[in-house]
């Protein structure tokens, strides 16, 4: 038997999703609620292997090995409870942040 094309069906093709866009390295936490405003800088783990602190007492960390804001999985911020300073203890969380 012999076939014949009678029609055919041109289908475009769906253009690529575009990739979702890495988000950037967090520079500042700012929670006005709370009384939070701070800077935040980047930090691995510390020779014990444990998340490593801010070298500035006032300033957040955010754990740079995990996920970034904004990107999917949970992002690690971590900071300072109270601190020492000249013979003081400061607690920037008297209003109510994690007291």
């Known amino acids: 038997m012999n076939s014949k094309v009678l ?5 475009p093709q ?5 990739a979702a866009a ?6 500042r936490l700012v929670i006005p609620r709370l009384g939070v405003d701070a800077a935040v800088e980047r930090v691995a783990t ?4 444990a998340m490593d602190v801010p ?13 970034a804001p ?3 999985g949970d992002a690690v911020i971590d900071g300072h409870l109270d601190w020492v300073v ?6 920037p969380c008297s209003r109510g942040w994690g007291c």
């Open 14 to 18: 769906a253009a690529p999703a575009p």
């Open 46 to 49: 510390d020779v014990r292997g």
């Open 22 to 27: 890495p988000h950037s390295a967090p520079v």
């Open 70 to 72: 904004g990107d999917g």
């Open 55 to 67: 070298r500035d007492y006032r300033d957040a960390a955010w754990y740079a090995p995990g996920v």
């Open 86 to 91: 000249g013979g003081r203890t400061s607690l």
């Open 7 to 11: 029609a055919y069906v041109t289908v």
